[in-house]
């Protein structure tokens, strides 16, 4: 994550916090990079310098004016006007880092060789939680070359039970 993602995702969370507003405008962020993830070439017209800034403004502003907050609108224009709009992924990242921070919530990620069912999963989340004293947001994956057993990854550790 750049600098300038760090800087723009903490300006809006701090927006957003000040105004009760953090939950509701992290689900909006998620959607709006969403978005524009599913559509490259819609970033790529977003970005392209041959069409002003106003025309590209004007776009994000249709585009999301319905779907999305104020706050979030003008952040999008903003990142498009300054020519950061790349930069959305970072600035999100930084966002649900300090959403996750204020709201006590680690991520962990869970790999393991086969798919885990719902009951695993709980006992899987529960345990974390009671570990860190923290809520725990689980994702889980499978991934082949996992011969057996459960790795997780948590707050820039390991657990590595493979």
């Known amino acids: 994550m750049t600098e300038l993602a760090r800087r723009y995702g903490n300006s809006l969370y701090d927006l957003a916090r000040e105004e009760g507003l953090d939950g509701e405008l992290l689900a909006q962020l998620d959607g709006a990079a969403a978005v524009l993830r599913q559509n490259p070439a819609y970033l790529r017209l977003l970005s392209a310098p041959v069409l002003p800034k106003k025309e590209r403004a004007g776009l994000l502003k249709d585009a999301f004016r319905d779907q999305a907050h104020p706050y979030i609108v003008h952040f999008l224009m903003l990142l498009c006007d ?14 649900h880092d300090r959403y996750n921070q204020d709201h006590g919530i680690v991520e962990a990620t869970a790999v393991s060789a086969v798919p885990l069912d719902e009951a695993a999963r709980e ?5 974390l939680a009671e570990a860190t004293g923290k809520t725990v947001t689980l994702a889980v994956r499978v991934d082949p070359a996992v011969l057996g057993g459960i790795r997780v990854d948590m707050a820039g550790t390991r657990l590595d039970g493979t």
């Open 123 to 127: 006992k899987l989340t529960r345990k």
């Open 82 to 95: 300054e020519g950061l709009l790349r930069e959305l992924g970072g600035c999100v990242r930084q966002y």
